[in-house]
């Protein structure tokens, strides 16, 4: 799909080539840095910044030569797509505009080969690991794990859209001393499982292993004697004997058959790589930095790991010989990037943990754990409040579980869908369709079009508002370029053959607007959703499509109906091509988004 944006980056770039050759010598990358496009912000054109090029690589000033900009300006109002007449320069930019053709020529591209992204050099390629939603075991999912399940899910879709090898990863918190107080505590309550096999299924909800935890914290706090057994069983835990490992097992089956079904409804796969599974590398990982010399002891006798920049070192082993989040998180660091080759590693953790990944990045980075070709980001998120501006949570003071969270955001779209639509006019399969489809895809969007860092109002009733800024007002849109499409009743077939055959004509200036907002998706797609790690730039595209869709399709007729006889008169074809491509644009951004396509009328 045609990127307009890089398209006028590389003519800027042959030209500046042209002026400067010795510039060749440079990376593309850092003349890109000072060479910026930006789309204007009234009117269909395009500021270029080129003059800090030559002061950003020292290039003397020479009396004989114009300023960049003007060269570049002459350089652009020769080109054969850009319109001559709209070039112009001022005191740091240059403006321009391309040819309508070329405008229309994009569009037959992206009808004719698809809504894709330019293939990646092999050089460009990498492999991520995506850390997200990563719960924690014999505990419910909560409506804090739904911001880092979202956000990591579409920030997956969209790299591996992209053409980048990305490994999903859900860092399930299964080990450490919690499971001794859990499996001392179960043992107490339940002596049967002293003796069940492993082929007993543990007959318990993961929500009857939450408030078993519960209780066995308050064991833990108030019983020096269950204190020393709970830490006894972790010994044994992680030691591998035979009971407890066999408890612990079924502890962990239970949870993941829990975080499985809600995964399921929210469309999500992961693959999971707990704690656990680190736990066999930490004392490689110590012995590698103990033979480094790094390693200090502190006051209270705790192993840590001193990082520059930093008050607070990495605690790699407590006084009492038993290991931290910061250890599991710095061996699963060195695993992603030693044992499986990634090259990019993305943790979608809440904000609070800022500090902490800041930490772990820099002394990764500092003690060689971590190549400086290999990119890490901590893409932070804000907290999910109630519309008074609290954190949402049950009426005892607890995180709302992510279960009855999504369960009413169901009822209350089966409700919304039947006032839209009338219960009359619906069938069973539709309508638990279209439940499904608007439930999460509201939930989806409501936080998806927000910068991750900011912290949202949950809100059912601006959830499913039809009249802007929300997943139902896309999919209504949506509706309506389909139900052009049923007035022409032409086949994709005929359309494409269309597309083949003759030219698209832009001439209405809402056509020109569509048509640059669809070819702006993959300049949305890769310079800003991937380059910053945001997907709400693309849910904003969306819903900016939306509206200027609205625009083209209140003044644009695409398909001319007798007024008595409501027979088609005339089909505008390179209308009718440019609503093919928005509808296919906008399934394809929604996609990235996560978010199904209703085909249900609304």
């Known amino acids: 799909m045609f ?89 740091y930019n240059v403006h321009c505009s391309f040819k309508n053709a070329y405008l229309g020529e994009g569009i037959r591209d992206a009808a004719l080969n ?32 739904l911001r880092s399940t979202v956000i ?29 107080m859990l499996i001392t505590y179960l043992l107490e309550k339940h002596p049967e499982l002293r003796n069940a096999d492993h082929s007993t299924p543990l007959n318990l909800s993961l929500s009857e292993l939450e408030t078993l935890y519960k209780e066995a914290k308050g064991r833990f706090d108030s019983c020096e004697e269950f204190k020393d057994a709970s830490r006894q069983a972790v010994v044994r835990l992680q030691s591998k004997q035979e009971l407890e490992m066999r408890l612990w097992s079924k502890i962990v089956s239970v949870s993941r058959a829990a975080f499985e079904s809600l995964y399921k409804r929210l469309d999500v796969s992961l693959m999971e790589r707990g704690e656990s599974f680190y736990a066999p590398i930490i004392p490689q990982l110590l012995t590698l930095l103990e033979k480094k010399g790094v390693l200090e002891t502190d006051d209270v006798g705790r192993c840590v790991l001193p990082v520059e920049g930093f008050r607070v070192p990495l605690i790699l082993v407590k006084s009492d010989g038993g290991y931290t989040y910061d250890t599991t998180d710095l061996a699963a660091l060195w695993h992603r990037i ?71 955001a169901c009822r209350r779209a089966d409700s919304a869908y039947l006032a839209s639509c009338g219960e009359e006019n619906v069938t069973k399969e539709s309508r638990q369709q279209a439940n499904d489809t608007l439930a999460y895809a509201c939930v989806r969007f409501a936080d ?119 027979e088609v008169m005339h089909v505008n074809m390179s209308r009718v091509i440019l609503c093919h491509v928005t509808m296919k644009v906008m399934v394809q951004a929604l996609a990235l988004l996560g978010i199904k396509n209703l085909r249900h009328r609304m």
């Open 338 to 408: 030693h044992v499986v080759k990634a090259d990019w590693l993305v943790y979608v953790v809440d904000m609070g943990q800022n500090l902490h990944f800041n930490t772990l990045f820099a002394a990764a980075r500092q003690y060689g754990l971590c190549p400086d070709d290999v990119r890490l980001d901590h893409v932070g998120f804000g907290v999910v409040k109630t519309p008074e501006g609290k954190r949402i949570k049950t009426r005892s003071g607890s995180s709302t579980k992510l279960t009855a969270l999504l369960d009413e």
């Open 114 to 145: 698809g809504i894709r992204m330019p293939e990646l050099a092999p050089e460009e390629r990498r492999r991520v690991v995506v850390d997200f939603s990563s719960p924690n075991v014999a505990k419910e999912l909560h409506v804090g794990h």
């Open 152 to 180: 990591g899910d579409s920030l997956s879709r969209t790299l591996e859209f992209c053409g980048h090898d990305v490994i999903k990863q859900n860092h399930v918190g299964d080990w450490g001393t919690q499971f001794g």
């Open 448 to 566: 998806l079009r927000l910068q991750p860092v900011s912290s949202y109002v949950f809100d059912f009733n601006s959830m499913l508002d039809r009249n802007g800024g929300t997943a139902v007002f896309v999919m209504y849109s949506l509706a309506r370029v389909r139900s052009i499409h049923s007035k022409h009743n032409l086949s994709e077939e005929e359309i494409l053959a269309a597309a083949e055959k003759e030219p698209i004509v832009l001439e209405h200036e809402r056509e020109v607007d569509l048509a640059l907002k669809l070819l702006a998706f993959s300049t949305t797609v890769e310079d800003y959703a991937v380059k910053k790690l945001m997907p709400n730039f693309i849910a904003n595209y969306v819903l900016d499509l939306t509206t200027i869709f609205s625009g083209f399709y209140q003044r644009c007729y695409v398909v001319e109906t007798d007024p008595e006889t409501k």
């Open 3 to 91: 990127n307009l944006h890089a398209r006028l980056r590389s003519i800027c770039l042959h030209h500046v080539f042209s002026v400067h050759p010795h510039l060749k010598n440079e990376s593309v990358e850092s003349i890109y840095q000072v060479l910026k496009v930006y789309t204007a912000k009234k009117g269909p054109k395009f500021d270029v910044v080129a003059d800090p090029i030559e002061k950003r690589f020292k290039i003397p000033s020479d009396d004989s030569r114009p300023p960049l900009r003007e060269s570049m300006a002459t350089c652009l109002r020769s080109h054969p797509d850009i319109n001559a007449s709209d070039v112009q320069t001022t005191k």
